[in-house]
């Protein structure tokens, strides 16, 4: 940012990887997080220039034909594969987080329950907020 004199950059410290890269969901950087805003990556994981747009960028993913298409179930395994992740653990979690059932389809939730599920792979995904502060930057 600038306050007219000099310009700044905001430095995140602690916290988890998905709260420095505002990435709730921590998308990986693939052309999809790419077309939705990503800056880049870091560890793998695409970086976002805010909480809001790596949010915006994990709805729309859910909201994509690819993940509509399935059950809560079949989503969570597409998700966060076996070979990444305890997929029974992650289900398990995303049903008493927001009550939808593993058989529920994707495209039968409403706006407010698909906010449900991104708030809650945000949980689940470990999002723990550090530090920020701001360092000036010299030309």
Do not use: C
Not at 119 to 135: C, F, K, V
């Amino acid at each position: 940012y600038t306050d007219g004199k000099s310009t700044h950059e905001q430095v995140r410290s602690g916290g988890t990887r998905s709260w420095r890269n505002n990435n709730p969901g921590n998308m990986r950087n693939y052309p999809f997080s790419q077309k939705m805003g990503s800056l880049g990556e870091a560890g793998g994981f695409a970086v976002f220039a805010s909480a809001s747009s790596g949010t915006r960028a994990l709805t729309s993913l859910l909201s994509t034909p690819v993940y509509q298409g399935q059950t809560i179930s079949g989503a969570v395994a597409r998700y966060a594969p076996p070979s990444e992740n305890d997929t029974g653990n992650y289900e398990a979690l995303l049903r008493k987080l927001t009550g939808v059932g593993p058989g529920t389809k994707m495209s039968d939730l409403t706006s407010d329950q698909l906010d449900d599920v991104a708030d809650a792979i945000r949980a689940i995904e470990g999002w723990a907020q550090g530090s920020t502060t701001l360092r000036e930057v010299t030309p």
